[in-house]
């Protein structure tokens, strides 16, 4: 009877102790892309651009090294007319009408500063994928953030196509600062509330990315300065804030990659010629 009495005080006292799940290990190739059906003719011919010259699947390759603990879905897909892009639930979207809207207002030819047509939306659209994906990566890392993760997450981005090839590098830094500057000549002058925004005005954009290229390569674009496209105030500095957000990078997220395999990936050439143009 004691033992009986005994056995079924254990057998209760385990069916209270929470099972124990296998967690899955952190592994390289995590990355699934998905194409969405358009709905419509504009977003049809966005999808099959997009389709005809693997964005995607150049994309996947590209972030292949990270060591991510769960599997991340980049998709393109249509947003109700928002030309947008975010990040949730392991799910990366960028809409066709961001897309649509980097076309319809990139420059009609090269810029006297040297951007082609094609760089001011692959630029952009490489650093919007990337900004997005480093809010994949603080939570699935679980990584601590110090000040506005918007912030942090444009830094992240930045440094991380910082690390292609010198040619490469500068084509999607120009092109993306030339997409932020754009934005803030559209806009005007900021209200007030604007500066209430997760995000940085498009003007601050563009200048700290314009920041962290010349901090990690003052040579490579040192015309950014002398052409008066990043005030000397700031870009005496810029070589820190770059160290700053080395450090952090490499403490914090260099040990979720494999470096080996990094260093494969990062050697390739990943930008079509300028001279392939997006549709009109």
Same mark, same amino acid.
């Given at each position: %009877?004691?033992t009986s009495?005994?056995?079924a005080?254990?057998?209760?006292?385990?069916?209270?102790?929470?099972? %124990?799940?296998?967690?899955?290990?952190? *592994?390289?190739?995590?990355?699934k892309?998905?194409?969405?059906?358009?709905?419509?003719?504009?977003?049809k011919?966005?999808?099959?651009?997009?389709? $005809?010259?693997?964005v #995607?699947?150049? #994309?996947?390759?590209?972030?292949?090294?990270f #060591?991510?603990?769960?599997?991340l879905?980049? $998709?393109?897909?249509?947003?109700d007319? $928002?030309?947008d892009?975010?990040?949730?639930?392991?799910?990366?979207?960028?809409?066709?009408?961001?897309v649509?809207?980097?076309?319809?207002n990139?420059?009609?030819?090269?810029?006297?500063?040297?951007?082609a047509p094609?760089? +001011?939306?692959?630029?952009?659209?490489?650093? &919007?994928s990337?900004?997005?994906?480093?809010?994949?990566?603080? !939570?699935?890392?679980? =990584?601590?953030? #110090?000040?506005?993760?918007?912030?942090? +997450?444009?830094l992240?981005?930045?440094?991380?196509? =910082?690390?292609?090839?010198?040619?490469?590098?500068?084509?999607?830094? %120009?092109?993306?600062?030339?997409?932020?500057?754009?934005?803030?000549?559209?806009?005007?002058?900021?209200t007030? &509330?604007?500066? +209430?925004?997760?995000?940085?005005?498009?003007?601050?954009?563009?200048?700290?990315?314009?920041?962290?290229?010349?901090?990690?390569?003052?040579g490579?674009?040192?015309d950014?300065?002398?052409?008066g496209? =990043?005030? %000397?105030?700031?870009?005496?500095y810029c070589?820190?804030?770059?160290?700053?957000?080395?450090?952090?990078?490499? !403490?914090?997220?260099?040990?979720?990659?494999?470096?080996? =395999?990094? *260093?494969?990936?990062?050697?390739?050439?990943?930008?079509?010629?300028?001279? *392939?143009?997006?549709?009109?």
């Open positions: %009877m004691r009495l005994i056995l005080i254990v057998c209760t006292l385990l069916a209270t102790i929470p099972v %124990m799940t296998a967690v899955a290990a952190p *592994k390289t190739d995590r990355i892309i998905h194409y969405d059906p358009p709905g419509e003719p504009e977003h011919e966005v999808h099959d651009y997009l389709r $005809e010259r693997r #995607l699947e150049r #994309l996947q390759e590209f972030l292949s090294p #060591l991510l603990p769960r599997t879905k980049i $998709e393109v897909a249509g947003c007319g $928002e030309a892009a975010f990040y949730g639930d392991d799910v990366i979207t960028i809409c066709y009408e961001y649509i809207y980097l076309w319809h990139k420059p009609e030819k090269t810029t006297p500063s040297g951007i094609s760089d +001011a939306v692959t630029g952009p659209f490489v650093d &919007t990337l900004h997005e994906f480093a809010h994949a990566i603080f !939570d699935m890392f679980e =990584l601590p953030v #110090l000040g506005p993760e918007e912030d942090a +997450a444009d992240v981005a930045a440094y991380i196509y =910082l690390q292609l090839g010198p040619v490469e590098a500068r084509r999607l830094i %120009m092109g993306t600062a030339w997409a932020f500057m754009f934005e803030a000549n559209k806009k005007g002058t900021p007030m &509330t604007e500066f +209430a925004d997760e995000h940085g005005t498009p003007a601050q954009r563009a200048y700290n990315v314009l920041c962290i290229a010349y901090g990690a390569d003052s490579l674009f040192d950014i300065v002398s052409k496209l =990043l005030p %000397m105030e700031r870009a005496e070589d820190e804030e770059y160290e700053q957000i080395q450090d952090a990078y490499e !403490d914090l997220i260099s040990p979720h990659i494999d470096r080996d =395999l990094a *260093k494969k990936i990062f050697k390739g050439d990943w930008l079509d010629e300028p001279a *392939k143009e997006t549709p009109h």
